[in-house]
Nanobody
Framework: QVRLVESGGGLVQPGGSLRLSCVAS????????MAWYRQAAGNQRELVAR???????TYADSVTGRFTISRNYPRTTVYLQMDNLKPEDTAVYYC?????????WGRGTQVTVSQ
């Protein structure tokens, strides 16, 4: 059974940083491409960053140069380092295995960027 538990969100001022974590259990972490998505109020869920099983990374244009995705294989954990945060980064952030036939979601973690 796939279980995804995101953590690390919070309230931060513009320009600040947060590091999100996602522990993925029941996922074949050696072959799963992992991704972070986010959903702001009233908006559709959007892809933020993706990392393949081999470690290749891609980012949405809006976060390139500010966010970094990484993964730890023994801990089956994927991270999202977010620097120079902007108010438009405010959203609930979710991680998911991005190459599974079925889409799995955790409960997400809220990130709020505000003065």
């Amino acid at each position: 059974q796939v279980r995804l538990v995101e953590s690390g969100g919070g309230l931060v001022q513009p320009g600040g940083s947060l590091r999100l974590s996602c522990v993925a259990s029941g996922v074949n972490f050696r072959i799963a491409d992992m991704a972070w998505y986010r959903q702001a109020a009233g908006n559709q869920r959007e892809l933020v960053a993706r990392i393949t099983a081999g470690g290749q990374t891609t980012y949405a244009d809006s976060v390139t140069g500010r966010f970094t995705i990484s993964r730890n294989y023994p801990r089956t954990t994927v991270y999202l380092q977010m620097d120079n945060l902007k108010p438009e980064d405010t959203a609930v952030y979710y991680c998911t295995p991005d190459n599974y036939n079925t889409r799995f979601w955790g409960r997400g973690t809220q990130v709020t960027v505000s003065q």
